[in-house]
């Protein structure tokens, strides 16, 4: 076998391994087991995640062989889980019937719920959601180059709720914000400013926001009816009166003479590159905001130039990521489908074409994979 061979055998099991642990992700499988923090045998897990006992003995079967969860022989030893303690001769048969699994704390530390926003696991169900969405459409879209509508992806926007809050919920108040503009937007967001979020989904960030700066009003936009909807009932239920939302085409801004100059603060999170008209888009924000108002665009930290991208760590699970999503879905309308690897060049060229007087591409603390494009508008850019 040559070196290749032995690299697609680590694809297909890698890839089998993605699939079982987005299926263990999303079952809080890991929680659990990081929650009881020692060895555990089937009945124990069994009990503990309410979940049946012959597709869990299944599932751990891929998780041991693929050095996820480690099978201990002997709990005693579990100071030393990795290794199988070989019993005793006489006891071996009585022992080989039982097993421990043990989810080793670093394992836990990026792959449950309590990682935060070091939270890898809950990317494990991406290309698992993905595929069950749109595989029939995206290889038609080989075929006629069209673009897949946003209902193929029913389950898009409670995924991406998930992402939001590994996301922002540790990192979006205490560490992002204070970054911009060296405090002073923390600053006037404290003493009462205006705040829009573009492509905001089921209002994850900006309900972070409303809470931390009651002082602050705070607009969300989404096309999405159903998103929309289910942002309005969590601001309602946590009693937040300057948070709203409305269903809203952001590419129809624009044209929209009451949005004009309204606002001092506009925020895109990873929601430009999934737009079919991306320009009109950027040029309506450019509009909405008042003189000196500030615009934080967050997305993927990529080159737009494959070349560059060679070393990418994430590079070919983020290339699908759009294929099967970002990509098809700004094609429709039309549209541009710049994909989620528009990368920072193209980012820049667009953001100076919607008029934008000032623009940064800065690093984002705890935060590798994106980039914060900071736009600023001195004067107002509306005719
Ligand atoms: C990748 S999701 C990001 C959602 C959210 N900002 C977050 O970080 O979780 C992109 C969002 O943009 C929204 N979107 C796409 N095209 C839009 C448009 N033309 N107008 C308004 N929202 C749009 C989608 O419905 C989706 O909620």
Redesign the pocket.
């Known amino acids: 076998m040559n070196d290749f061979s032995d690299k697609l055998i680590q694809i297909l099991n890698h890839g089998a391994l993605n699939l079982a642990l987005g299926l263990g992700y999303s079952l809080k499988i890991f929680d659990v087991m990081d929650e009881i923090g020692e060895p555990a045998d089937l009945e124990i897990l069994a009990k503990a995640t309410g979940l049946d006992n012959r597709y869990l003995k299944e599932w751990l079967g891929i998780m041991v062989t693929g050095e996820i969860i480690t099978l201990v022989a002997n709990p005693q030893n579990k100071k030393n889980p990795r290794q199988i303690i070989l019993a005793e001769k006489k006891d071996q048969e009585k022992d080989e019937e039982k097993e421990w699994y043990y989810l080793p704390p670093a394992h836990a530390d990026v792959l449950t719920r309590r990682a935060g926003n070091s939270n890898l696991g809950v990317y494990t169900q991406e290309t698992p959601l993905l595929t069950l969405s749109a595989m029939e459409a995206v290889q038609k879209g080989f075929l006629t180059g069209e673009g897949v509508s946003?209902d193929h992806y029913p389950q898009f926007?409670g995924f991406?709720?998930e992402?939001?809050n590994a996301?922002h919920k540790q990192v979006l108040i205490k560490d992002f914000l204070p970054s911009v503009e060296d405090g002073r937007l923390v600053k006037s967001l404290g003493q009462g400013i205006q705040v829009c979020?573009?492509?905001?989904?089921e209002g994850?960030?900006l309900i972070l926001m409303a809470k931390a700066f009651p002082n602050s009003r705070f607009l969300g936009?989404?096309?999405?009816e159903a998103?929309i909807s289910i942002a309005k009932k969590a601001a309602q239920n946590m009693g937040l009166p300057n948070a709203r939302f409305k269903i809203?085409?952001?590419?129809q801004i624009q044209g929209d003479r009451q949005m004009f100059q309204k606002f001092d603060y506009v925020t895109?999170?990873?929601?430009i590159h999934?737009?079919?008209h991306p320009t009109k888009?950027l040029e309506g924000i450019r509009a909405m905001l008042k003189p000196g108002g500030l615009f934080s665009m967050v997305d993927i930290k990529a080159s737009t130039r494959l070349a560059k991208n060679l070393d990418h760590p994430m590079g070919p699970f983020l290339y699908t990521v759009s294929l099967m999503h970002c990509m098809p879905?700004g094609l429709n309308d039309q549209g541009r489908g710049l994909g989620m690897m528009w990368g920072k060049e193209q980012a820049l060229t667009l953001l100076a074409r919607a008029g934008f007087d000032r623009v940064d591409a800065l690093k984002i603390p705890n935060d590798p994979f994106n980039l914060h494009f900071l736009a600023k508008a001195l004067t107002h850019s509306y005719k």
């Open positions: 946003f926007q991406m709720s992402l939001s996301k979020d573009i492509g905001c989904g994850v960030a936009l989404d096309n999405h998103a809203s085409d952001a590419a895109a999170f990873d929601a999934d737009q079919s888009v879905v």
